[in-house]
């Protein structure tokens, strides 16, 4: 089974600064990597997908980027609504694992 | 537009069979690259994939659940059902359903882009 560990567990910015989250896949799963964001209280919502394309209705400033082994998740410029926990995805072998999620606070 | 949404019992005695079911609109389960999902979240812990169900009835599993977890459509009725076996109170979590949505043909690249509200299950005598 395929493990992602997620880097760092806790982040903590401001409004406007750049985000950046990071996701390793304890081996190669091309580009089959998706990052979702968890609000409090809320179901978990698709925000990159295929490593970096972002479905309709997802702002600009969340971008995504990597292959292989490293994945990376980039707000680059947080809004007081990024709070959240974010995690990553993948499908290898048609099982599908999540990483243990980042929690990002804006201050 | 597509909705998802869960519905089953809210509270579970132990080695009791909880049986979920996902009720869903705005697809059909029968369109190829179409599948359903279900993933669960213990409160304050992470999202763990449990099993999923493609539209052709393929299967998958989560191998550390795979004896005691069962899915299954009902095409006409927009339904998958869930049934995990043997309940535990480590098993109580929010189950969420969601409608995976396959991106690329030749690879099958996927992701679960629309997810339901979750319902929460307590596993307690």
């Known amino acids: 089974e395929i493990v992602l560990t997620q880097s760092p567990a806790t982040l903590s910015l401001s409004p406007g600064e750049r985000a950046t989250l990071s996701c390793r896949a304890s081996?190669?799963?091309?580009?089959?990597l998706a990052w979702y964001q968890q609000r409090p209280g809320q179901a978990p919502r698709l925000l990159i997908y295929?490593?970096?394309y972002r479905p309709t209705g997802i702002p600009a400033r969340f971008s995504g980027s990597g292959s292989g082994t490293d994945f990376t998740l980039t707000i680059s410029s947080l809004e007081p609504e990024d709070s959240a926990v974010y995690y990553c995805?993948?499908?290898?072998?048609?099982?599908?694992?999540f990483g243990q999620g980042t929690k990002l606070e804006i201050k | 537009q597509i909705t998802v949404k869960e519905s089953g019992p809210t509270l579970v005695k132990p080695t009791q069979t909880l049986t979920l079911t996902c009720t869903f609109s705005?697809?059909?389960?029968?369109?190829?690259?179409?599948?359903v999902g279900w993933i669960r979240q213990p409160p304050g812990k992470a999202l763990e994939w449990l099993a999923l169900i493609y539209w052709d009835g393929d299967k998958r599993y989560s191998p550390s659940l795979k004896n005691r977890l069962s899915i299954t459509k009902d095409t006409s009725k927009n339904q998958v059902v869930l049934t995990v076996t043997n309940m535990d109170p480590v098993d109580t979590a929010t189950y969420y359903c969601?409608?995976?949505?396959?991106?690329?043909?030749?690879?099958?690249?996927?992701?679960?882009?629309?997810w339901g509200q979750g319902t929460m299950v307590t596993v307690s005598s």
């Open positions: 295929c490593a970096s």
């Open positions: 081996q190669s799963v091309s580009r089959s």
């Open positions: 969601a409608h995976r949505q396959r991106y690329n043909l030749f690879t099958s690249d996927d992701a679960f882009d629309i």
């Open positions: 705005g697809f059909s389960l029968s369109t190829s690259g179409v599948g």
């Open positions: 995805q993948q499908r290898s072998n048609w099982r599908y694992t």
